[in-house]
């Protein structure tokens, strides 16, 4: 169920507030060094409002829900100020709104968990296709994932639930915001690919759309797929874009994309329509990479709310 922040817990968020571009946002950057959460630690979330959000309007944006946030955008709270490693989702979407291609969202970024200590990979692995048999698979593979506690454990419901639960309905109360299933999606990269096709099923209800870009399905060999594939929604409500590149990681991923491309098929989905997936020849898989073709899912998602 939906949980409201307390009273507590908004003034201490309405004390955090700070807008901390390292470059020239477009649009304006909301900043939350703490987000409170019962679900997963406390982290930073960036809430990025488009040119012309005006809160006094009668105007409502869609929002889009994005992994990885310390990637987002180039804010100066980011560890990686200074290095290539920021999509510019400001940038992007800034310019396809100017030249007509689509309407404005608002993006709420969440921060990643602590990725030197794997706790990345145990919030954004999904949860249920991880049974012990699996788990066994990975650990010869060497790709388990740590917990921020030590545990070693796969906690990424608990990740979902803070999204869907906690972080959605304080977006949905602060800001001017369309609440629906359509208006609401859900973006990221390698494992975080995951996540957002793992959001798909777990909150259908919820998310309408879903970008992967260069999915690390290899994880498990192809487990991922096979649970996936008997608990992808049919079509019909869903708008879903993969893609991946040719090199380095991305060079891995073809063959399990191909399985997934099968899985969208045999639950209706219709390629170009409400889905697609799309191979970037000599891509690699790098924050450059997605930044570079972001526009490409961005107006496959949004595009249908011209």
Known sequence: MPRNLTDAEKEELMAQVASRAATPIDGEIVHYQDFPSEQIRPRPVDVWLPEGYDPDSSDRYPVIYMHDGQMM???????WVGKDLF????????????????KPAI????WMADWK???RGSEYMPQK???DEVWEVMKQSGRTFAAEDGGEEIRSDNYLR??????????????????????????????????????IVEYPDVFGGAACLSSDWTIGEDAVLRWLDDHWPAAGAHRVYFDHGTETYDANYGPYQEKMDEVMRRHGYTAGD?????????ADHSPRAWRERLHIPIKFLLGTQL
């Open 129 to 131: 296709p991880v049974t």
């Open 117 to 119: 200590k794997g706790a």
């Open 162 to 199: 803070f999204l869907v639960q906690e972080l959605k309905p304080f977006i949905d109360e602060t800001y001017r915001t369309q609440v629906d299933r359509d208006s609401t999606f859900i973006v990221g990269s390698s494992m975080g690919g995951l996540i957002s096709a793992y959001a």
């Open 107 to 110: 993006v709420a970024s969440v």
């Open 73 to 79: 955008f180039h804010v100066s709270s980011s560890p």
């Open 274 to 282: 409400d889905w697609t997936t799309l191979r970037f020849e000599g």
């Open 87 to 102: 999509w510019d989702v400001d940038k992007v979407i800034t310019r396809l709104n100017r030249e007509g291609e689509i």
